[in-house]
């Protein structure tokens, strides 16, 4: 099976500018989340999508933003770019993101740099 | 809301070493804990996932522990190798009832030959 996929993997815009991030999850998993990933704040959870609803959201403002498709495909959206937003973005999937047993697969990440 | 946070930041231990990883979390009502491996600026790989019914799991040279009514979590690296070079992290369930996570901010391993 194809793991977690992320595209683009590398990514350098302007502040102000808007981005789009995607993630293609391994084949029959349902639950896609989002995380930010900096030097100073370590691994923070963005939001979780399940069957095209976002499920579970982080602690993060508006600006950001996400969608899940019907094939559970995910993108992610951040608007008007801050420097702080340079960070490593990962993806993960599960089956169903409920079940305490499931593991969650982490993609390779999406490289944002905000300049 | 699970907080995590792992001890040391960084180590540097010779090859052949036997190493410990300290993980602790605040909610004892914890249901599970995975250990994560991350080369620099790659994703992350499970390592082990642990029940809270479990005490342990193995993998091979690695052995993770839970101690829930204590808050704390250890990885043990067995015979270290430089190839063990990465940053471990570990990280509980963020809500009751999900396998979103929250993370610890790991430790760094580097294994000198």
């Known amino acids: 099976k194809a793991g977690v996929t992320q595209t683009p993997r590398y990514l350098i815009k302007t502040r102000g500018q808007q981005v789009t991030l995607s993630c293609s999850p391994i084949s029959g998993h349902r639950s896609v989340s989002w995380y930010q990933q900096t030097p100073g704040q370590g691994l923070q959870f963005l939001f979780e999508?399940?069957?095209?609803?976002?499920?579970n959201k982080g602690n993060f403002p508006g600006r950001f933003s996400g969608r899940q498709f019907s094939n559970s495909r995910s993108e992610m959206n951040v608007s008007t770019l801050e420097l702080g937003d340079s960070a490593l973005y990962l993806c993960?999937?599960?089956?169903?993101?409920?079940?305490?047993?499931?593991?969650?697969?982490f993609g390779p990440g999406t490289r944002l740099l905000v300049l | 809301k699970q907080e995590v946070t792992q001890i040391p930041a960084a180590l540097s231990v010779p090859e052949g070493e036997n190493l410990v990883l300290n993980c602790s979390f605040t909610?004892?009502?914890?249901?599970?804990l995975q250990w994560f491996r991350q080369d620099p600026g790659k994703g992350l790989t499970s390592l082990l996932l642990?029940?809270?019914?479990?005490r342990e799991q193995t993998s091979g040279r690695l052995n993770a522990s839970l101690d829930k009514s204590s808050g704390r979590s250890t990885l043990y690296i067995a015979a270290s190798q430089p190839g063990d070079s990465a940053t471990y992290l570990c990280a509980a369930p963020l809500y009751s009832g999900y396998s979103t996570l929250t993370f610890g901010k790991g430790t760094m391993l580097l294994v000198s030959p």
């Open positions: 993960a999937s599960s089956l169903v993101g409920s079940d305490y047993q499931e593991t969650q697969y």
């Open positions: 642990i029940q809270s019914s479990q």
């Open positions: 909610d004892s009502a914890i249901y599970n």
């Open positions: 999508y399940f069957s095209e609803t976002q499920r």
